[in-house]
Nanobody
Framework: QAQLVESGGGLVQAGGSLRLSCAAS????????MGWFRQAPGKERDFVAA??????????YVADSVKGRFTISTDNAKNTAYLQMNSLKPEDTAVYYC????????????????????WGQGTQVTVSS
């Protein structure tokens, strides 16, 4: 059974940076879609960023709300995905979840939660003003 474990969350001041990690075990996701979602209190779980494949090319896709500030990357050797978050804002405060799919998908569907087969337990990110 595959497992995803997030780490790297915490408390940071507005304008600061954090890097979240998602360590996968139980199977490799080197050619699968992996993504990050976030959920603020009382709100839906929203798409943040994802990485997928088109042939041998890796494609990344980020939500408009974080474009230019957040970057998703993967390290296949470590079976780990990362979310680098810069210029953080108080509205970025949420629990961040890592997700992975059994296959790769086009960017048109990466925002859909039902694309992903595995989810981590989440890590809290709090941005103070």
């Amino acid at each position: 059974q595959a497992q995803l474990v997030e780490s790297g969350g915490g408390l940071v001041q507005a304008g600061g940076s954090l890097r979240l990690s998602c360590a996968a075990s139980g199977r490799t996701f080197s050619s699968s879609a992996m993504g990050w979602f976030r959920q603020a209190p009382g709100k839906e779980r929203d798409f943040v960023a994802a990485v997928t494949w088109s042939g041998s090319s890796r494609i990344t896709y980020v939500a408009d709300s974080v474009k230019g500030r957040f970057t998703i990357s993967t390290d296949n050797a470590k079976n780990t995905a990362y979310l680098q978050m810069n210029s953080l804002k108080p509205e970025d405060t949420a629990v961040y979840y890592c997700a992975a799919a059994k296959n790769y998908y086009s960017t048109s569907v990466l925002r859909q939660k039902n694309v992903y087969d595995y989810w981590g337990q989440g890590t809290q990110v709090t941005v103070s003003s």
